[in-house]
């Protein structure tokens, strides 16, 4: 299949329409004010030296930040004009053009605070910061300005010239990939097979004796066709399979494709979360060992889940299988919008699964390393929130897809598409309820897709299954689809340490959490019957997600520190709001997971 641009698609109601409305309201001035007030927007008129206390010395990523920045603000004006975004862009580039090197090179940390050492750290996102440049060139030219692609293109020229002709930079492949990535969409927005060319350059040389440096860290421990593991840095290795898989469907590679299946399998079968959060350990930001999947020290970056969102959304061009908008599905819902808080202007870096306020403690020593408790408006290494602000600029890239004379459905929400005579329109209140309405022309087939969570789901056509797909012949009247959406228990690989025994909760693709703030303190003394009772549902108006109540029990602890007696449990109410919400309302405990009852308080 092949997706739906969101230029050709219009959210017109439900989750994502909100999402981007957030953005294009308050998240887009919000992530540019905080960079105006770091000083990365000042950054780019190249005029820091040693001696100008006045203003903060650039890092070596602040390029990277704002290009993200940038490439986001491009794809709201791509659907309405703001004058005002418009500007902010315009100074940008406009910055770039005048201080851009002779030969092509632009990278503000490395010239004007070291020079003299370009093309001598790898770890230190030169080629990261060009391919965040060139996705904003491309971005950008979508919409009629294609001055910052003439600029980059002589970057691509120099980075050829440096890498592929001469190879005088001390490294052969980037220390964070990223740059792979842009440089196919380079190619498929301008036909020109010579970014095409370099991206297959960067990935054919990582891991292979011509690299500099072999790391499990930054996956150039094997080639990339070797490779059936994810290992190191998530966010890096995200990126890295991303492009992986956009060059195996443009070259037509199997062994590229069929790594990239069991990079995938690994990923999602033995090293996710339930919320779809990925890189469980904060040292290096990185994945570990299967099943390592720790709940209140989780890493889980919000730009890992961004970054798996890419890397299925690639993978479902090349292979027709649900299981890819599956994905998609679960993280976004749960585990990348984690990442914002509900008034549009704060953000988490970590989303962990599990919050306990009594291990946040500080001695003489130190103090325990946890994901922090609340969102700041910023961090010092700020990917995260303007990576959330191009991906909710162009959510719906991820709503529709097209094969031959089919029409997919991947992502329920009201949407409309048109292109090239095909049309369609999708009615809807999902995720808070199942019943869908599908209204399609042009189009011979339309395929829904029928989600992870559900078991029971009904179709007023006709229709045939294959790989998660219902396929249903097209007759242009109205298709409509019920998926059967109670709350419903959720459990773990036995091999999960942190969760077995143990139950979640979830409501269609959302995953639930508790807060002490409504439950009380000692979240872990709740226990929960695998057979739900006194469920009741409620809309927040809030996140505009369905809140839950439901029976549970809660220990009796009055017998002392230890004791011979059995506990007792006393029924209450418990309260659970959509994860992704969770740490809105000020600090609280907070839990995913619940221990499990069978008969013991029936």
Request: aromatic share 12%; hydrophobic share 35%.
């Amino acid at each position: 299949m092949k997706n739906y641009g969101f230029e050709s698609v219009n959210l017109t109601k439900g989750y994502f329409f909100d999402k981007y409305e957030l953005n294009r309201k308050i998240t887009i001035d919000a992530v540019y004010d905080r960079f105006a007030e770091s000083g990365r927007i000042e950054a780019f008129k190249f005029n820091w030296t040693p001696d100008r206390e006045d203003l903060k010395k650039p890092h070596f990523f602040w390029d990277s930040d704002v290009a993200k920045w940038m490439e986001g603000a491009a794809y709201l004006l791509k659907k309405a004009p703001n004058p005002e975004l418009e500007k902010k862009i315009d100074d940008i580039v406009a910055e770039i053009k005048k201080n851009q090197c002779e030969d092509g090179y632009f990278n503000i940390y490395f010239t004007v605070v070291e020079p003299e050492n370009r093309w001598k750290n790898r770890d230190w996102h030169e080629l990261y910061c060009a391919g965040h440049l060139f996705e904003a060139a491309v971005a950008l030219k979508e919409i009629g300005k294609p001055e910052l692609l003439e600029c980059m293109d002589k970057y691509v020229g120099h980075i050829h010239k440096v890498f592929v002709e001469e190879k005088s930079a001390t490294f052969n492949s980037p220390g964070h990939e990223e740059i792979e990535i842009a440089l196919v969409r380079l190619y498929t927005a301008t036909g020109n097979k010579k970014y095409l060319d370099l991206a297959a350059f960067f990935i054919n040389t990582r891991g292979t004796e011509e690299d500099a440096e072999r790391s499990s860290y930054n996956q150039s421990h094997l080639p990339v066709r070797e490779q059936d593991t994810a290992l190191g840095h998530s966010v890096r290795a995200m990126y890295l399979y991303t492009s992986m898989a956009m060059l195996a469907k443009e070259t037509n590679d199997e062994a590229l494709f069929t790594a990239c299946k069991n990079l995938w399998k690994d990923v999602t079968e033995r090293k996710m979360y339930v919320t779809g959060g990925i890189g469980s350990e904060a040292i290096g930001e990185c994945f570990t060992v299967p099943f390592d999947l720790s709940n209140d020290r989780a890493y889980t970056e919000t730009c890992a889940g961004i970054g798996l969102m890419f890397f299925a959304r690639a993978m479902s061009e090349l292979d027709n299988d649900a299981k890819y908008a599956d994905i998609i599905e679960r993280v976004f819902y749960n585990g990348v919008m984690s990442g914002l808080s509900l008034d549009g202007e704060k953000f988490f870096y970590e989303n962990p699964l599990e919050i306990n306020l009594f291990e946040r403690f500080e001695n003489r020593y130190g103090k325990r390393r946890l994901p922090i408790t609340q969102r700041p408006k910023i961090f010092s290494c700020s990917c995260c929130p303007p990576n959330i602000n191009r991906l909710l600029a162009s959510i719906g890239n991820y709503v529709f897809a097209k094969g031959d004379d089919v029409l997919y459905i991947n992502q329920y929400t009201g949407a409309t598409l048109s292109e090239n005579g095909v049309e369609c329109e999708v009615v809807t209140e999902y995720p808070n309820d199942g019943s869908v309405k599908i209204t399609a022309r042009g189009i011979g087939r339309v395929a829904v897709r029928i989600p992870f969570w559900c078991d029971s789901f009904k179709i007023n056509k006709a229709y045939t299954l294959d790989k998660g797909y219902a396929y249903i012949q097209n007759d242009e009247s109205p298709i409509e689809i019920d998926f059967d959406m109670p709350v419903v228990p959720v459990f773990s690989d036995a091999r999960i340490i942190h969760s077995v025994g143990k139950l979640c909760v979830m409501r269609g693709p959302v995953v639930y959490c508790a807060e002490a703030i409504d439950n009380g303190e000692n979240l872990h003394a709740l226990l929960v019957p695998e057979e739900f009772s006194g469920v009741k549902t409620e809309k927040c108006e809030k996140c505009g997600l369905m809140k839950i109540q439901m029976d549970a029990y809660r220990t009796v602890s009055e017998r002392g520190i230890y004791s011979r007696k059995a506990p007792t449990y006393e029924r209450t109410a418990l309260k659970l709001i959509p994860y992704s919400i969770f740490a809105n309302r000020g600090e609280s405990d907070m839990c995913v997971w619940f221990r499990r009852i069978y008969s013991l308080c029936k």
